[in-house]
């Protein structure tokens, strides 16, 4: 059975940073793309972010580019997002997702097949 876990979410003053985690299990991380979504107070889900299985482009919502990072650790079957100079309009749940690939667009993130159940995140002081 394939199942995300979210872990790392929490409070951070604004320009701060964060690391969240997200755990797989029940399949093989490697052979997929992998991805973050975001969903704020009141507001649609957002496509954060996308990694391709190997190669191609990883894509970041231009909200996001230049402070945020995805990666991956195939030996612990983990993905990350690194998030720094947090703002407080970053204030979310963050998903993550997996599917075979990525879209052309970060906000085609929103689409992938499996997702995680999310993180608060809170950018605060």
């Known amino acids: 059975q394939l199942q995300l876990v979210e872990s790392g979410g929490g409070l951070v003053q604004p320009g701060g940073s964060l690391n969240l985690s997200c755990a797989a299990s029940?399949?093989?991380?490697?052979?997929?793309?992998i991805g973050w979504i975001r969903q704020a107070p009141g507001k649609e889900r957002e496509g954060v972010s996308c990694?391709?299985?190997?190669?191609?482009?990883?894509n970041y919502a231009d909200s996001v580019k230049g402070r945020f990072t995805i990666s991956r650790d195939n030996a612990k079957n983990t993905l990350y997002l690194q998030m720094n100079s947090l703002k407080p309009e970053d204030t979310a749940v963050y998903y993550c997702?997996?599917?075979w690939g990525c879209g052309y667009y970060a906000s085609d993130t929103t689409l992938m097949k499996y997702q995680g159940k999310g993180t608060l995140v809170t950018v605060s002081s």
């Open positions: 997702a997996v599917d």
């Open positions: 029940g399949f093989t991380l490697e052979y997929y793309a």
């Open positions: 990694m391709p299985s190997s190669g191609g482009v990883t």
